[in-house]
Each structure stands twice: as C-alpha cells, then as structure tokens.
C-alpha cells in the first residue's frame, strides 16, 4: 500500500487556483523533496495532507481520508509545518512530558536518546536556545513518534549553513530506515538533493516532475559545449541554456538528442538545481545567451 494516494487533487482559495489536478503516488522507505518557487502550492498541499485544507478529488494519506479521520490521522503521521513553535517559557523536558500525553506513540525514551546528539539540555528552556537548536529539539520530538510517514515544511528555513547540516544529519541518520518515508518543502534544492530518492516538482500549482532521482538521471540529458556550438545547440530546443563555470555553455534536454547535437559538446551529469530551473523558472529568470 503506498502511503500516500492524490488523484486530480485541486484547491482553490476563491479565484485563486492553488493546486489544479495534482496525481501522485508515495511509497513507503523514500525520501522525497517536494520543490517549488514560493507561491507554488507546496504549503497547500502539505496542508491538504495532514487535513488542514479540503480539497477537490481523491486524497488517501496511511489509508485515511484526511478531512474525515484528521485526529486518527495525526496519530500515526509526524508533521512539522512551516511556521512551527515551541513555547518559549518550557523546558525541554517538560516537552517530553507534554508529548507523552499527547501523542500514544510517542516514546519519552527515544526523544531523549535524540536529544543526546545534539546541544539542547534536558533543562533547557526554550527561550534561551537559538533557533537552530530549537529547529533540532522539535525534531527530535517528532522523531521519537512511532510512524511511518513525516512530513515536513521548510523545516530549516531561516537556520544558518551548520544547523541545516545537523538537522538533515540527524533526520537521516536517526529516522529513515528504509521503511519510514519523508516528504520534505524545501527552497534549499541544492542542499537536499543529495539526501533524496525522489522529487515532486510544483509550478504555479501544477506538478510538472514527478520522478525518482536515479530515472531523473537517465530521463534528463545535460550537454556542455563550447560558446561557439550555442546557435546549433540552441537550434536542438533544449528546456534551458546556462553558462558554467570558465565560460562554457550547457543545455538540458528532456531524452537524449539527436545524434549529431550529441557530437556538439560533451555529456554532464544534470543537477536538480539546473533541472528545477528549467522546469518553473519564469521569463524573467531565464538566462541571457547573449
């Protein structure tokens, strides 16, 4: 049974159109990245999961109707929105005894276990941690729930450099087993990328990708070329042209091209930065070639 089901799902706020017709599978044991501009949906939809917003067409999360079974629903999932708080006048061992009369599946021994790799104390109040060990506290709360599915929505937004890599470390290392799934809103693609299988991509509320990142390596062709093969690369209609590093030009194609564009340059390995790019970016944002 995959963990979460959505077909033709749609959300609209009046005339606003948040998400239109948006069909996705999510599997147990994956780490997916859901990617999109701001404004592109992926907080309605992580809304719409946990049961926060209702929805047009079918949504299924562990086997649930959101809406209908949200307080069952909550029980068995763990979720972080985007504008999650801790009470500022707890200690952190107070959260526990909190947690563990809140949630049946929560475990008292394994958040502190978790709170162990990192700085945050026992006694420690929360209004005297910064925020990127509160970020690591509430993730270890959360992780101490017995699930098999979290969700989280720019759960390091705003943390600098080092407490990002401690989040995901902890994250990885602590809760992914290969029968836990993640979904994971983020703007950082280049910092996640590495820690994904796979990638849903939003734009202006319309899923344009929906792939694992092994078949995103084999589907996606990224040439590089010399600036004078620019015209005749061009000429191949690639989803977008950028420049590299020293100068030389690149192009990513959705398949392999033709044999002879091929022969203009020399195959690269497509980032998911590059991809996300090609994929949303909006006229403006598109590179100049000049």
């Not at 907080?43 to 949200?70: E, F, H, I, N």
């Not at 069952?72 to 959260?95: G, M, N």
């Not at 709360?141 to 390091?156: H, N, Q, R």
């Not at 690149?250 to 996300?276: K, S, Y």
């Amino acid at each position: 049974m995959n963990l979460i089901e959505a077909n033709e799902l749609t959300l609209r706020y009046g005339k606003k159109t948040a998400l239109e017709r948006v069909s996705f599978s999510i599997p147990k044991g994956r780490v997916y990245g859901l990617l999109g501009h701001n404004g592109a949906g992926k907080t309605s939809l992580m809304k719409a999961l946990v049961g926060l917003l209702p929805t047009d067409g079918q949504l299924s999360v562990l086997g649930l109707d959101p809406r209908r079974q949200r307080t069952e629903l909550l029980s068995q999932l763990c979720y972080i929105p985007d504008v999650a708080v801790l009470p500022r006048w707890a200690r952190v061992h107070e959260l526990i005894t909190l947690m563990s009369g809140l949630q049946p599946r929560f475990s008292a021994d394994r958040a502190r276990q978790l709170l162990k790799r990192t700085s945050v104390g026992l006694d420690d109040k929360v209004k005297s941690l910064s925020k990127g060990m509160v970020v690591q506290a509430h993730l270890a709360l959360i992780a101490a729930i017995d699930a098999k599915l979290m969700i989280l929505d720019e759960p390091t937004l705003g943390l600098d450099v080092m407490s990002r890599k401690g989040f995901y470390e902890l994250l990885i290392d602590e809760w992914c087993d290969g029968e836990r799934t993640v979904l994971i809103s983020t703007h950082q693609v280049e910092e996640v990328e590495t820690l994904l299988s796979d990638v849903l991509m939003l734009d202006e509320g319309r899923l344009v990708l929906n792939i694992s990142l092994q078949d995103m390596d084999q589907r996606f062709v990224a040439l590089s070329h010399d600036p004078a093969q620019a015209d005749a690369v061009a000429a191949a209609h690639p989803l977008l042209r950028y420049r590299q590093t020293g100068g030389r030009g690149a192009a990513i194609f959705d398949g392999t091209p033709p044999e002879h564009v091929m022969g203009l340059g020399e195959r690269i390995r497509p980032n998911l930065v590059d991809l996300f790019m090609a994929l949303t970016r909006k006229p403006a944002l598109a590179p100049s070639q000049s």
